[in-house]
């Protein structure tokens, strides 16, 4: 499953303005050792190292195709190949930054506590997820995917909602933690083209659906899907289309020495 650096850039305001959202919940003032986990591209990234200048920070990713880009467009910062859920590193972190990335690893149970592991004493681990699973865009998709025409190609590729609500996170982190910063936001989005929640799910939700498939099988699912999107989020008579989207954020701070 690839993922195309160009295309994901294609709604870059909506995709950057939670992670501002995030960073601006981080009060820590001298961070030294900071990890970015699923950092993709690396704009944001650099976002982390311009406003901490004097931290090593490290942008971690399993796509090939996404480091190289990272590393082309920011050749000054570190970039490592690396699954999140192996994330072990030499140093312990004083900031464990992710956004939306852990979306796409299950067993937050474990995963949340592991990354708590890996910072130092008074350790930020900071996260934004997607949280519009049940959302129109996400759940006709998945039922598409289950119809009796797909689900022998598509239906092992549908997970259980990998993001939990906000309750639960609240519970697991709270007594790990010493100050547990956590919210949700619905972004009203507006976006421009024809059918643009097609090409906003095609560089996320969609793209391990239609990596499944081969030969005429991906333009016949994208098109069924594309037909259910356009009832569920019509263009309007001004060219644009609103997109409501939930995410999640998490800023887990540990207890100094
Ligand atoms: C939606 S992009 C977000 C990129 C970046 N954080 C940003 O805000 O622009 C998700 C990234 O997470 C990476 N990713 C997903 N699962 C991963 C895993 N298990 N280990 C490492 N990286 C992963 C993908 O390769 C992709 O680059």
């Given at each position: 499953?690839?993922?195309?650096?160009?295309?994901?850039?294609?709604?870059?305001?909506?995709?950057l303005r939670p992670a501002l959202d995030l960073l601006s919940?981080?009060?820590?003032?001298?961070?030294?050792?900071?990890?970015?986990?699923?950092?993709?591209?690396?704009?944001?990234?650099?976002l982390?190292?311009?406003?901490?200048?004097?931290?090593?920070?490290?942008?971690?990713?399993?796509?090939?195709?996404?480091?190289?880009?990272?590393?082309?467009?920011?050749?000054?910062?570190?970039?490592?190949?690396?699954?999140?859920?192996?994330?072990?590193?030499?140093?312990?972190?004083?900031?464990?930054?992710?956004?939306?990335?852990?979306?796409?690893?299950?067993?937050?149970?474990?995963?949340?506590?592991?990354?708590?592991?890996?910072?130092?004493?008074?350790?930020?681990?900071?996260?934004?997820?997607?949280?519009?699973?049940?959302?129109?865009?996400?759940?006709?998709?998945?039922?598409?995917?289950?119809?009796?025409?797909?689900?022998?190609?598509?239906?092992?590729?549908?997970?259980?909602?990998?993001?939990?609500?906000?309750?639960?996170?609240?519970?697991?982190?709270?007594?790990?933690?010493?100050?547990?910063?956590?919210?949700?936001?619905?972004?009203?989005?507006?976006?421009?083209?024809?059918?643009?929640?097609?090409?906003?799910?095609?560089?996320?939700?969609?793209?391990?659906?239609?990596?499944?498939?081969?030969?005429?099988?991906?333009?016949?699912?994208?098109?069924?899907?594309?037909?259910?999107?356009?009832?569920?989020?019509?263009?309007?008579?001004?060219?644009?289309?609103?997109?409501?989207?939930?995410?999640?954020?998490?800023?887990?701070?540990?207890?100094?020495?």
């Amino acid at each position: 499953m690839s993922w195309n650096p160009d295309h994901y850039h294609l709604y870059t305001d909506h995709r950057l303005r939670p992670a501002l959202d995030l960073l601006s919940q981080i009060n820590l003032v001298a961070p030294s050792v900071i990890y970015d986990l699923g950092c993709g591209t690396g704009n944001v990234t650099a976002l982390l190292s311009r406003r901490w200048g004097e931290a090593t920070v490290t942008g971690i990713d399993s796509s090939e195709e996404m480091l190289r880009k990272a590393a082309q467009d920011h050749p000054s910062l570190e970039w490592k190949l690396a699954e999140i859920s192996e994330f072990a590193p030499d140093s312990k972190g004083n900031l464990i930054f992710s956004n939306a990335a852990l979306h796409w690893l299950d067993g937050h149970e474990t995963l949340f506590p592991a990354l708590l592991e890996q910072l130092g004493a008074g350790g930020v681990l900071a996260v934004q997820m997607p949280n519009n699973f049940t959302a129109p865009s996400h759940q006709t998709l998945y039922d598409l995917a289950q119809s009796d025409e797909w689900v022998e190609k598509l239906g092992a590729l549908i997970r259980p909602a990998p993001v939990h609500n906000i309750n639960w996170y609240y519970d697991l982190l709270s007594p790990l933690v010493a100050h547990l910063n956590i919210w949700e936001t619905t972004y009203f989005q507006v976006l421009q083209g024809k059918n643009a929640v097609l090409e906003w799910t095609r560089s996320t939700a969609l793209r391990p659906f239609l990596s499944a498939l081969e030969g005429d099988d991906v333009s016949r699912f994208e098109q069924a899907y594309a037909d259910i999107l356009m009832e569920a989020y019509p263009q309007r008579e001004d060219g644009s289309t609103l997109y409501p989207f939930s995410r999640l954020f998490i800023v887990a701070e540990l207890p100094g020495d």
